[in-house]
């Protein structure tokens, strides 16, 4: 399917603290710029530029597809976005998925973190992580996993826990693993519950991120068990925050990257859109 006739905007959460904050919307972006599916693809971010505000200026064709690099619905995609681009409120759902701003027509796709694919990313992380990294004993096989998946948590919206206990109970479904939780920085339970919960001596961490930052890089390594001082020291010298595997509390602890590098992802971001195309078309 061909989008020649369109613009696509890629919306990141982006930081004036961490550049790599920006790093997968701009590789995700490259990699559907060099496909040639759209017309003009643009990047936009909440806490840096260009500015999601700004960024329908730059638009060169009339219909536009705007896909939230985000992991949940919640209250970047619900508000802060839509307020951003300039779509109305409407009571269907908060706000116009498709309206007219600065004669575009803006069809608002659904976060890429939601989709359900994301299962088998998460699946591969865990697994990935464990095989490259055996212990002393070797590679424990996947049922003889306890996985986890790290989401920040907010008292903002209920979506953005909701993103996480959805991809915990396909995982569980899936049955690849011996037990899966999800855990949390900011809401119960806590990362560090992780040594309670597990039912096997081997914990896998995944970050369910886009972008690894200070929070995978120094806060859920130093919930794990890490010191505070190490974790420090080696984020100034660029070095990993967290070595795989570790032992802890009686148990051989993986953490994975976040999932935002996944090369995976531009299909995803594409699905969004051929979704969002759908519903216009049925009138929805």
């Known amino acids: 399917m061909s989008f020649k006739d369109s613009t696509l905007v890629l919306v990141g959460h982006g930081s004036t603290l961490n550049r790599e904050s920006a790093t997968p919307t701009r590789l995700h972006a490259d990699a559907l710029r060099n496909r040639g599916v759209f017309g003009q693809v643009l990047e936009a971010y909440w806490k840096q530029e260009p500015s999601i505000a700004g960024v329908l200026r730059g638009a060169r064709f009339q219909r536009v597809f705007v896909v939230p690099l985000f992991i949940s619905d919640g209250y970047f995609t619900e508000q802060v976005i839509p307020r951003e681009l300039g779509l109305s409120p409407a009571a269907s759902d908060g706000f116009e998925r498709t309206g007219c701003i600065r004669s575009h027509t803006v069809h608002y796709c659904g976060p890429v973190g939601t989709h359900p694919?994301?299962?088998?990313?998460l699946a591969r992380r865990a697994i990935e992580v464990v095989r490259q990294h055996p212990t002393p004993q070797g590679v424990p096989p996947a049922r003889d996993l306890s996985v986890f998946i790290a989401g920040h948590g907010t008292g903002n919206s209920e979506n953005s826990r909701k993103a996480i206990e959805d991809q915990v109970q396909r995982l569980r479904e899936a049955g690849h693993f011996n037990d899966v939780h999800g855990v949390f920085m900011e809401e119960e339970p806590r990362i560090a519950?992780?040594?309670?919960?597990?039912?096997t001596p081997h914990i896998v961490m995944v970050p369910f991120f886009i972008s690894?930052?200070?929070?995978?890089?120094?806060?859920?390594?130093?919930l794990l068990g890490a010191d505070p001082g190490h974790v420090q020291e080696r984020m100034a010298a660029g070095r990993p925050t967290w070595i795989n595997p570790t032992f802890q509390q009686q148990h051989w602890i993986w953490y994975s990257r976040s999932i935002g590098d996944e090369p995976h992802l531009p299909e995803v971001i594409l699905e969004r859109v051929r979704e969002a195309e759908s519903r216009q078309s049925n009138g929805v």
């Open 117 to 121: 694919s994301m299962t088998d990313v």
């Open 193 to 199: 519950d992780c040594h309670s919960l597990a039912g």
């Open 212 to 222: 690894d930052g200070l929070h995978s890089y120094e806060d859920i390594p130093v």
